[in-house]
C-alpha cells in the first residue's frame, strides 16, 4: 500500500487579487507557489524568494502586487503601498 501524495495547494490570480494589499509572507507565499514552510525559510535565508518581503516588528509581510507582478498577472494592479494608506512603497 502506497501513501497518497499531497498536490501543494495553489491560489488562483483571482484568489491572490482579493487578498489584503499587504498580506503575511510565510502563509502567502506558501499558498501561491506551494511550498512547505521550511522551503519558505530556506529561500528567505538564502535571499532567493520570488518576491520581496519586509519586516515589520517580528512579522515579515508581502505586497499583494509585487505577487501579481512576480506572477505576470500584474494589469491595472495598484499600487499596494498607497492602498494599504503608506504614501510610498517601500522596497527590500
Not at 519558505?40 to 509581510?61: D, F, I, S
Not at 492602498?83 to 512603497?89: I, L, M, P, W
Given at each position: 500500500?502506497?501513501?497518497?501524495?499531497?498536490?501543494?495547494?495553489?491560489?488562483?490570480?483571482?484568489?491572490?487579487?482579493?487578498?489584503?494589499a499587504v498580506t503575511?509572507?510565510?502563509?502567502?507565499?506558501?499558498?501561491?507557489?506551494?511550498?512547505?514552510?521550511?522551503?519558505?525559510?530556506?529561500?528567505?535565508?538564502?535571499?532567493?524568494?520570488?518576491?520581496?518581503?519586509?519586516?515589520?516588528?517580528?512579522?515579515?509581510?508581502v505586497y499583494r502586487?509585487?505577487?501579481?507582478?512576480?506572477?505576470?498577472?500584474?494589469?491595472?494592479?495598484?499600487?499596494?503601498?498607497?492602498?494599504?494608506?503608506?504614501?510610498?512603497?517601500?522596497?527590500?
Amino acid at each position: 500500500m502506497t501513501a497518497a501524495v499531497e498536490e501543494p495547494v495553489t491560489l488562483t490570480p483571482e484568489e491572490i487579487r482579493a487578498l489584503p494589499a499587504v498580506t503575511p509572507a510565510e502563509s502567502t507565499i506558501c499558498a501561491v507557489w506551494g511550498i512547505k514552510p521550511s522551503l519558505y525559510y530556506k529561500l528567505l535565508r538564502a535571499n532567493q524568494l520570488p518576491v520581496p518581503t519586509h519586516q515589520l516588528g517580528r512579522k515579515r509581510l508581502v505586497y499583494r502586487s509585487d505577487i501579481l507582478s512576480a506572477l505576470g498577472e500584474d494589469g491595472a494592479e495598484q499600487s499596494d503601498s498607497a492602498e494599504a494608506g503608506t504614501g510610498e512603497q517601500v522596497r527590500a
